[in-house]
Each structure stands twice: as C-alpha cells, then as structure tokens.
Nanobody
Framework: QVQLVESGGGLVQAGGSLRLSCAASLRAFESYVMGWFRQAPGKEREFIAAIRESGYTHYADSVKGPFTISRDNANNTVYLQMNSLKPEETAVYYC?????????????????WGQGTQVTVSS
C-alpha cells in the first residue's frame, strides 16, 4: 500500500522558516517525480515545486528563491525548505508522486498524495 506521510508543518511568524518532510512508501521511489502542492481555504490546489530522481527541480514563480525542494533517494524522502514565509502562504501543504520523469504542474497528473500538513503563517 502506497503511503505518503508529510510532517513538519505548524505555526510560524511571518518571515520565519519551516522544513516539511514527506516519507514515501513507494517501490522504486527513484522512478517518481516528487512534488509539493498547497491549498488554501476556498482556493484550488496550487503547484509549488517538483524534483526528479536526478535532482532536477522546477518551481512555481511565486516561491522561487525562498523555497527549496530536495530528495533523499536512499531514504525515500522529499523535503521542502520554506524561508521568508508570508501570511498568504498559509495553507495545507501536500506531497505528491508522479510516475515517470516528466515534471507536471497539474495536480491531476500525480498518482499518489499525502494527507497534507497545515502551515499557518501569522502576521
């Protein structure tokens, strides 16, 4: 059974940092592009970043610079380092896996999802 389990969310002040982790029970983890999305109340799920097995990354323009995605293929884990957080970035953050090597920004292209972790940025 495939599971993606996010952790590391919480409450942080504006300008602060958080590091999210996603542990994946995927066979052949290296065969998946891993991505991070977020969804604020009343809004659509939004692409943040994704990473191939090779380490190639792609970011949404809104998070380039402050956010960094990385992965540890030996431990089937993907990370999202978030710096300089803003109140408008308050959302539930989701980890997702897409089989293959193409990086998609559409949520519908991802095969597996975690339950999400809440990130709240106070002003």
């Amino acid at each position: 059974q495939v599971q993606l389990v996010e952790s590391g969310g919480g409450l942080v002040q504006a300008g602060g940092s958080l590091r999210l982790s996603c542990a994946a029970s995927l066979r052949a983890f290296e065969s998946y592009v891993m991505g991070w999305f977020r969804q604020a109340p009343g809004k659509e799920r939004e692409f943040i970043a994704a990473i191939r097995e090779s380490g190639y990354t792609h970011y949404a323009d809104s998070v380039k610079g402050p956010f960094t995605i990385s992965r540890d293929n030996a431990n089937n884990t993907v990370y999202l380092q978030m710096n300089s957080l803003k109140p408008e970035e308050t959302a539930v953050y989701y980890c997702a896996a897409s089989y293959g090597s193409i990086i998609y920004i559409s949520a519908g292209r991802y095969d597996f999802w975690g339950q999400g972790t809440q990130v709240t940025v106070s002003s």
